[in-house]
């Protein structure tokens, strides 16, 4: 039972919108910012979005991060069949002293 | 351009101790905006941090509480090299271990993210 709630699966066709949920509480997606991370199978985890809603560099912007209160959501655009992996959100929890991860979700280009 | 080069014993046996390493290049393990964690993967839990450790004037470490106890983080400065211990292990301990830098900075208000991981370790607990 992870501390941030994800949807385990999402699934959408090529060229569709996908969101993803993170939902957390006061102590963490409340007090700091989101992170999502991307995994493709057999690969570490990717950075995707930063403070809820920035992209490092080479990261395109079909992929978007947003925040309010204690939830976070990654949405992706003109799904693409490499965007076939897992997709974590992440943050700081102030009562833990820890980093929380949501249990991840998977997704699937139709 | 920064590297982290995982090494260690893919099977443990359950009671014993499970010790990665982790080459770190293109940085310092005692930088001052970056600490250095270890995160595992397994299909029960998904990532899961284990903890940290990082140096501003000195040097500190934070624990999961799953794993408090159990589990030491070290940075050894004349190498620059990570390595992590976790005793007493169970087969719940079997995973994809990662080393992964976390970043720390202020621009305008502090972003801090992991951006740079290890290769990953398969470690299996089984006798």
């Known amino acids: 039972q992870s501390v941030l709630t994800q949807p385990p699966s999402a699934s959408g066709p090529p060229g569709q919108r996908v969101t993803i949920s993170c939902s957390g509480s006061t102590s963490n997606i409340g007090s700091n910012s989101v992170t999502w991370y991307q995994q493709l199978p057999g690969m570490a985890p990717k950075l995707l979005i930063y403070n809820n809603n920035k992209w490092p560099s080479g990261v395109p912007d079909r992929f978007s991060g947003s925040k309010s209160g204690t939830s976070a959501s990654l949405a992706i655009s003109g799904l693409q069949s490499e965007d076939e992996a897992d997709y974590y959100c992440a943050a700081w929890d102030d009562n833990l002293s820890a980093w929380v991860f949501g249990g991840g979700t998977k997704l699937t280009v139709l | 351009q920064v590297q982290l080069q995982q090494s260690g014993p893919g099977l443990v046996k359950p009671s014993q101790t499970l010790s990665l390493t982790c080459a770190i290049f293109?940085?310092?393990?005692?930088?001052?905006?970056?600490?250095w964690n270890w995160i595992r993967r397994s299909p029960s839990r998904g990532l899961e941090w284990l903890g940290r450790t990082y140096y501003r004037s000195q040097w500190y470490s934070d624990y999961a509480a799953s794993v408090k106890g159990r589990i030491n983080i070290h940075a050894d400065i004349s190498t620059d090299q990570l390595s992590l211990q976790l005793n007493s292990v169970t087969p719940e301990d079997t995973a994809v271990y990662y080393c992964?830098?976390?970043?720390?900075?202020?621009?305008?208000?502090?972003?801090?993210?992991?951006?740079?991981w290890g290769q990953g370790t398969q470690v299996t607990v089984s006798s």
């Open positions: 293109g940085d310092s393990v005692s930088s001052n905006n970056a600490a």
């Open positions: 992964a830098r976390e970043l720390s900075f202020y621009r305008g208000g502090w972003s801090t993210f992991f951006d740079y």
